[in-house]
């Protein structure tokens, strides 16, 4: 490691390596094939840069963040490495100077857009000019079924394969899945070494609370973190500028981002994020990669991300100073319903969707959770040494209750009317509501009418709503999302396990959020 070092300091001005670094360094140089997981703001870049300048010839860096990569290739320059970039941005000239510094081998590091691999000639003139390496940034752009799946990605192991050069591959994206895939896909399958570490955020505090008037809560976490800049996570494009809108109109300076905007008009608001103190933007998953802006102070979601994948990415963009940062994530039975459907009406193959409800119920186990946060999303990553005292939780821990008879007595509702009905019409029987559609169906007659009403409306919400995120009942789109029992809940109908549930804030949140913000 004794070159390295000075290097580190001379080039890069850092005193030590972060957490993690200094081993990866170490394999990257001794020429290892090299899969590292590690979370946004880790340091990756340095993982192979620092790697490029120890080892004979040129690496090449494959990159789907334009804007990053000039970044990079700037600062590079700036401290006297021969870097370049080939993408579509480029001019013809610049172009032109990256080849002409490649045939004099003035070049370390070639930073280039996936889709330049796309060109017949470009892997043979790689092979000419004497790439000695590969590095692959944002790594999970290989898999097909992650929502950033980039196709010319797929080109890259042919790359590896014509070239017979060691690959490095990064990703912030963790899970076991996402793995195989970058496995199979760069490496041909057979296992790099693999380091996968350091998924802890302390300074990000967690936070989960049942959606009752979005609006409001969302207005109000602002207003408590006035003149902080902070992200709104929407799940339409719609909301995005309603959310803007009322954060305007509450005072505050925000704008909206979304896929279906101009690029013109998202490369502003992207400057605008970037550059201006105390800006909100209510935004889409469109906006994030490559948000490279330190000092993001909160990250709220107005729905439930997409799985316990995308929650840690969306998060994980506040607080990359190390300076304290807060996250609220709202989710209601909705969001559940709404991301079920999403993957059964989803093009992806039958194995394929089980996994992606697989990650939904993990995320829905996060929202869920009787204890710690923390805990239960490391543990999603494996890392199980984790101190916490920083979520909310851990503030105030949940209030429980054995749920199982309550469970039971649901369940019983719904078999008895064949599973043909969403939550509303199933409390309307349990309590015993004389409503037009229960007398209609003669649902007055059925032995569960009724026998719910030592829980109140809310608190019967509030069993459903858990009993969808422990995936006991799952809405089926077939029969226009009524609920209809898993598996999983075989054992608490037959009196074999017993399930603890939250006793939930959902009534006393709900009557606070209604007094004017
Ligand atoms: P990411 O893992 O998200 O790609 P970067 O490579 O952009 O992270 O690094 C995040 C920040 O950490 C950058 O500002 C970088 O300069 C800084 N950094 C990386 N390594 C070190 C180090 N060893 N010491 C101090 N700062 C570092
Ligand atoms: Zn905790």
Known sequence: MSGAAPLLKDVFGFDGFRPGQEEIVEAVIAGENVLAIMPTGGGKSLCFQL???????????????????????????????????????????????????????????????????????????LKRVGVRMIAVDEAHCVSQWGHDFRPDYLRIGELRRTLGVPLAAFTATADAETQLEIVEKLFDGTPPRAFLRGFDRPNIHLAFAAKNSPRTQILNFAAARRGQSGIVYCGTRAKTEGIARALNEAGQTAIHYHGGMEAEDRRIAERRFQQEDGLIVAATVAFGMGVDKPDIRWVAHADLPKSIESYYQEIGRAGRDGEPAETLTLFGPEDIRLRRTQIDEGLAPPERRSADHARLNALLGLAEALECRRKTLLGYFDESEVTCGHCDLCDTPVDTFDGTTAVRKALSAMLRTEEWFGAGHLIDILLGNETDKVKQRGHQSLPTYGVGKEYSKYEWQAVFRQMMGRDLVRPDPTRHGALRMTDAALPILRDEAKITLRRDSIKAAGSAARRPA
Do not use: C, F, H
């Open 51 to 125: 790697p490029a300048l120890m080892r004979d010839g040129v690496t090449v860096v494959i990159s789907p963040l334009i804007a990053l990569m000039r970044d990079q290739v700037r600062s590079l320059q700036e401290v006297g490495v021969g870097a370049g970039a080939l993408t579509s941005g480029n001019t013809p000239e610049e172009t032109d100077a990256v080849w002409e510094g490649l045939e004099a081998g003035t070049l370390k590091l070639l930073y280039m857009a996936p889709e330049r691999l796309a060109a017949g000639s470009v892997i043979g003139m």
